[in-house]
C-alpha cells in the first residue's frame, strides 16, 4: 500500500497573487469546488487580514466545500490570526497557517530583530492560533536560504507549542534540488519531535526548479506539498500540482502516492487558465497544448506502434482523449496515413506516395496541416486517377501599376504547351491562358473562394463552376496561393468535360 502524500492548494492564495489574476468570490467558489472534485486535501483559501475579499472568500469558500480542509494564511501576528479565526468559522475543518521568516535575510533586513527573538514569536503565534483550531500549521518563511540548525531549532520549539504540519519553504527559488532534499533530511534527523508533525514543502520557481525541489523533499521525509493548478503564483510561480502528481503515478516503485483524481487535472488547468486570464504555455508538462503532440515523423511512427515509445504518461490518466498527431513538413508517411484513416479514406501505397509528395508540397508552405487542408487535398487530387491536363507551371505578373498577365503550362495528354494571356486580375489572366490551350468553348458560370482557418499561411479552397455545349461541370482545390488553386480548379472542371 503507498504512502499518503497531503496536497496542500494554494492556487487561490499565492496562485491569486499574480498580477491581473485576481478573481471574485463568485470565481475562487467555482475554482474551490473544482479542486474538491480532483481530492486535494487542503485548500489555502485566502489572507483574510489582507482585505475584505479574501476574508469573504475564506468564510464563503468554508460554507461551500466539506471535504478538504479549508486553510487561512496569517503572520505571526495575533489581530491576523483572530481575523483568520473568524474567517473560518463555518469550516467542517479549519487550519489557520501561521509563521515567520527564518533567513538571516529576513531576521536583519525585513523583521528588525534577532534568532531567539524570532523562535519567541514563532512559539507564541502557534500557541495563539492553538486557542481557535487544533490544526496549525506553521511557516518558516525563506528557509531555502535559512541555517539549517537554526532552523531545526525553530522547528522543535514550534512542534512543542503544538503545531501540526510545518512548513518549509523555498520562498525565493533559491535552492538546488540536492540542497533542498539534504534540509529536510536535516530536520528529520536534527528535530527530537518531528514525529509529531507532517513536514511541508513550499518551493518556487525562480530558478526553474520548484518541481525537482519539492520531489527531493518528498522523498527524504516531507509528507504534504504545498503546489498550485499550472504552477501558477508569485513572480515565476510555484510547485505544480500536476507534475508532482504525475511524477510520482509514473514510479509507483517509490510508494508514495496522492488521492488526487487525475482525470479531472486537464479540466481543472483549463478552469484556472480560463477564470485567472492566464494562458497555459504550450510546452508546460502535463497540460500544455504541446505535451502530449508528436510532430516528427520518427515520433509519430513510434507513437502509433507503441504509444510507451514516446509517452510515460497515458494522456487519459490526465483527462486528454488521445495523444496529438500533429502533422507538419516533418511527419512521415505512417502519421499521414493514420490521420487519412481517421478522416474516411484508404489508398493503396502508390497512391500514399503520390499524396504524401504533394502533403510535403502543401506542409512546406504551412506550419501545420489540418483536417480540412486534408481533405481539399484528397478530394482536389483525384488520387489514382488518370487525368488528361495536367498544371505544370504557373508564373503571373500583377501589381498597383503592371498590367495582369499569366504564363501557363499544361501537359496535354503526354505533351507540353504553354501560352501567354492578360487579363482585368491575375486569376481572369490564368483562365484566359488556360482556355487558349483548350479546345473547347467554356464559360465560366461561378467562381467562390473560402478561407478554410485564419491566418495569412492557411488554406483557400476554391470552387468553380463551368458551362459547356449546355452542360455544368465543378471543379474545386486548394492551396496557400489562392492563384494556383484557382487555376487547378478550374482545370479539374475541365477534366471532368474532357
Do not use: W
Not at 488521492?259 to 487535472?265: F, G, L
Not at 510535403?360 to 489514382?384: P, R
Amino acid at each position: 500500500m503507498s504512502e499518503k502524500l497531503y496536497i496542500f492548494d494554494t492556487t487561490l492564495r499565492d496562485g491569486e497573487q499574480v498580477p491581473g489574476c485576481q478573481l471574485n468570490t463568485v470565481e475562487k467558489i467555482e475554482v474551490a469546488k473544482a479542486l474538491e472534485e480532483l481530492g486535494v486535501d487542503i485548500i489555502e483559501a485566502g489572507f483574510p487580514i489582507s482585505s475584505p475579499g479574501d476574508f469573504k472568500s475564506v468564510v464563503e469558500i468554508s460554507k461551500a466545500v466539506k471535504n478538504p480542509t479549508i486553510c487561512a494564511l496569517t503572520r505571526a501576528v495575533e489581530k491576523d490570526i483572530e481575523v483568520a479565526a473568524d474567517a473560518l468559522k463555518y469550516a467542517k475543518k479549519g487550519r489557520i497557517h501561521t509563521g515567520i521568516g527564518t533567513s538571516p535575510y529576513h531576521i536583519k533586513y525585513k523583521l528588525n530583530s534577532n534568532e531567539d527573538e524570532i523562535v519567541e514569536r514563532a512559539v507564541a503565534a502557534v500557541k495563539f492560533a492553538k486557542k481557535f483550531v487544533e490544526d496549525v500549521e506553521f511557516y518558516a518563511e525563506d528557509a531555502g536560504r535559512s541555517d539549517n540548525a537554526y532552523l531545526a531549532r525553530v522547528v522543535e520549539a514550534v512542534i512543542k507549542a503544538g503545531a501540526t504540519v510545518i512548513n518549509i519553504p523555498d520562498t525565493t527559488g533559491y535552492c538546488m534540488p540536492h540542497e533542498f532534499g539534504e534540509k529536510i533530511k536535516y530536520l528529520v534527523d536534527h528535530v527530537s519531535n518531528v514525529d509529531k508533525a507532517i513536514l511541508s514543502t513550499h518551493c518556487h520557481n525562480d530558478l526553474g526548479m520548484a518541481t525537482a525541489n519539492t520531489i527531493a523533499g518528498v522523498l527524504n521525509g516531507a509528507r504534504q506539498v504545498e503546489v498550485t493548478i499550472n504552477g501558477i503564483g508569485e513572480r515565476a510561480g510555484n510547485t505544480s500540482l500536476e507534475e508532482v502528481v504525475m511524477t510520482l503515478r509514473s514510479r509507483k516503485h517509490l510508494g508514495i502516492d496522492t488521492e488526487i483524481n487525475s482525470k479531472k487535472i486537464f479540466k481543472t488547468s483549463r478552469l484556472v487558465s480560463s477564470l485567472m486570464n492566464m494562458p497555459v504555455q504550450p510546452n508546460k508538462a502535463i497540460v500544455g497544448k504541446n505535451a502530449f503532440a508528436h510532430s516528427s515523423g520518427i515520433h509519430q511512427d513510434g507513437v502509433l506502434k507503441h504509444r510507451e515509445n514516446y509517452e510515460i504518461i497515458d494522456p487519459v490518466e490526465v483527462g486528454i482523449s488521445e495523444s496529438s498527431i500533429d502533422l507538419t513538413a516533418r511527419s512521415g508517411r505512417a502519421a499521414l496515413k493514420h490521420r487519412l484513416q481517421l478522416l474516411g479514406y484508404e489508398f493503396d501505397t502508390d497512391e500514399l506516395n503520390k499524396l504524401y509528395e504533394e502533403f510535403l508540397d502543401l506542409a512546406d508552405k504551412k506550419k501545420g496541416v489540418n483536417d480540412e487542408d486534408l481533405k481539399i487535398l484528397v478530394g482536389s487530387k483525384h488520387i489514382g486517377e488518370e487525368r488528361a491536363i495536367e498544371l505544370k507551371h504557373l508564373q503571373v505578373l500583377c501589381g498597383q501599376s503592371a498590367i495582369p498577365m499569366a504564363t501557363v503550362t499544361l501537359d496535354l495528354k503526354g505533351e507540353e504547351f504553354t501560352s501567354t494571356e492578360s487579363g482585368n486580375g491575375p486569376v481572369d489572366a490564368a483562365f484566359k491562358a488556360v482556355k487558349k490551350l483548350i479546345m473547347h468553348k467554356i464559360k465560366l458560370e461561378e467562381y467562390v473562394v473560402q478561407a478554410i482557418t485564419r491566418g495569412s499561411d492557411d488554406l483557400g479552397k476554391v470552387h468553380v463552376q463551368i458551362e459547356c455545349k449546355g452542360k455544368i461541370y465543378y471543379g474545386f482545390s486548394g492551396n496557400t496561393d489562392i492563384i494556383t488553386a484557382s487555376v487547378e480548379a478550374f482545370i479539374d472542371a475541365i477534366n471532368k468535360i474532357v
